[in-house]
């Protein structure tokens, strides 16, 4: 982050904004889940959340909203990646128009606050929404198995409620293949529009719309790195204990 505020090149203008934004969210989740959460995954059946960081002294309430949070800032995470790959195509597009409308700028300013705003927060409600209460599945473990019922007293643990579930898998489901979808379709545009503009680029414009892609790419491959990372960690933490 202070690279990019301190020694970014003037020229990046809006853009610098759009990486700050990427990893400003990437932060937060890291912080939210490396350090109040540090989640693992019960080894009994039903498969619920324990959290053995901070988060576990906030009780069921302050508990599960922290999970909710870390849902937030991975949709805030791939909002913000989606919205760096709409503006290089974009900046590259001078021309775009949808049907022969060509929007203005504050139709840019109100798609880029829709999307940081609309399905983030969706999945943040559907997260809220979802949990089950601590009791619920502390009875179901009971019932199910005593192996592994130590965490319970000592843990906050939460899982989906079953009437969450459904709905909760839907929305996340087509969140994550309109994001894919919209993130193969701004790929595609750039790579269209560097085949038509690079006639009239000079090989130092050329390259500089290379390197700014490849420093979008860069935030890509940290958020999945993280993700990744998270999940190997929560998996392992998770079979040292069966």
């Known amino acids: 982050m202070y690279v990019i505020i301190a020694k970014s090149p003037k020229n990046l203008k809006l853009y610098k904004y759009v990486l700050l934004n990427i990893s400003f969210w990437v ?24 959290f053995t960081g901070i988060a576990s002294f906030f009780g069921p309430v302050g508990g599960a909203l922290c999970a909710a949070l870390a849902v937030l800032c991975i949709s805030e995470c791939l909002a913000a990646v989606l919205l760096g790959f709409c503006y290089r195509y974009l900046a590259l597009n001078d021309d775009f128009r949808i049907r022969g409308w060509k929007p203005e700028p504050r139709h840019y300013h109100y798609g880029a606050a829709m999307m940081i705003v609309v399905p983030p927060g969706a999945m943040f409600a559907v997260a809220v929404y979802a949990c089950s209460p601590r009791e619920t599945f502390t009875k179901l473990i009971l019932n199910a198995s005593a192996e592994g019922t130590n965490i319970l007293d000592s843990s906050l643990l ?14 996340l489901s087509m969140y994550i ?14 790579i269209g529009q560097l085949r038509i503009h690079r006639v009239s680029m000079s090989n130092f414009t050329y390259g500089l719309h290379i390197q700014l892609i490849k420093s979008l790419a860069v935030q890509v491959a940290k958020l999945m790195y993280y993700y990744a990372n998270h999940t190997y960690s929560d998996s392992g933490s998770a079979d040292s204990l069966r």
């Open 27 to 50: 932060f937060v989740y890291d912080v939210t889940v490396g350090v109040m959460l540090l989640p693992m995954t019960t080894p009994t059946k039903p498969i619920a959340l324990y």
């Open 158 to 171: 939460i899982g989906p409620e079953k009437e969450g579930f459904v709905p909760g898998s839907v929305v």
């Open 177 to 190: 293949a309109l994001w894919a979808i919209c993130l193969a379709v701004c790929i595609i545009g750039i």
